[in-house]
């Protein structure tokens, strides 16, 4: 397709489950984002990978969270042992050049993750 | 470390009205600032932007923000909304150089008949 593709579009799950969201960019960006949307607290920035660099995990909330880019494309994005708080919709963008340089990310319509 | 702060979480007008949507970040340095929309039930998508130049920025739609150093300050303005405007507005910023780009908490706005 054209457009970042995410999958699943929703997901529930039981507390302690562990759950994989996926993201597959627009064919040829280099950069690749992960943020989390909870109502009332805008978008946080999550991971970020660029080409080959070493990831930028700085908003990854706990190591319960890890996320990795296979080949330079699609990522994967766990929660182990997932909890209530988690809940919330997994937003993944992508951009040509760095993102924060443009400013031009294309993002996905998110994964609506619930926990109960 | 980067911080964007948007005054009002909710913002209700009648059509064809003036809005401001406000936007203030923290910095020192040079910043690059976008707004970005969220339509219902959509992603978001990029609206407008500041790189440098010109400090005033248009969209396609006739949003427009300026930039102002000074007041560390990049709000959305529209002098005559349509229903077609109710979304979710996002302003965002990233450091000169930096790839990590920070959003705000969004403001909803609403237009009404």
């Known amino acids: 397709g054209a457009g970042v593709s995410q999958s699943p579009s929703n997901k529930v799950t039981e507390k302690g489950k562990d759950v994989e969201l996926r993201c597959d960019p627009i064919?040829?960006?280099?950069?690749l984002y992960w943020y989390r949307q909870s109502l009332g607290q805008g978008l946080e920035f999550l991971i970020y990978f660029q080409g080959n660099s070493a990831p930028d995990k700085s908003g990854l909330p706990s190591d319960r969270f890890s996320a990795e880019r296979t080949g330079g494309s699609v990522s994967t994005l766990t929660i182990q042992r997932t909890q209530q708080e988690d809940s919330a919709v997994y937003l993944c963008?992508?951009?040509?050049?760095?993102?924060?340089?443009?400013?031009?990310?294309?993002f996905g319509e998110g994964s609506r993750l619930t926990v109960l | 470390a980067q911080s964007v702060t948007q005054l009002d979480s909710q913002v209700p007008v009648f059509e064809e009205a003036p809005v401001e949507l406000r936007c203030n970040y923290s910095?020192?340095?040079?910043?690059?600032l976008f707004w970005y929309v969220q339509y219902p039930n959509q992603g978001l998508q990029l609206l407008l932007k500041y790189l440098s130049g010109s400090t005033l920025v248009e969209s396609i739609n006739g949003f427009e923000a300026e930039f102002n150093k000074s007041q560390t300050s990049f709000h959305l303005r529209k002098p005559s909304v349509h229903i077609s405007d109710t979304a979710e507005y996002f302003c965002?910023?990233?450091?000169?150089?930096?790839?990590?780009?920070?959003f705000g908490k969004g403001t909803k706005l609403t237009v009404n008949p």
């Open positions: 963008a992508s951009s040509f050049f760095s993102g924060g340089r443009t400013g031009e990310l294309f």
């Open positions: 965002a910023v990233t450091k000169g150089g930096s790839e990590k780009l920070v």
């Open positions: 064919s040829g960006h280099t950069a």
């Open positions: 910095s020192s340095v040079s910043v690059y």
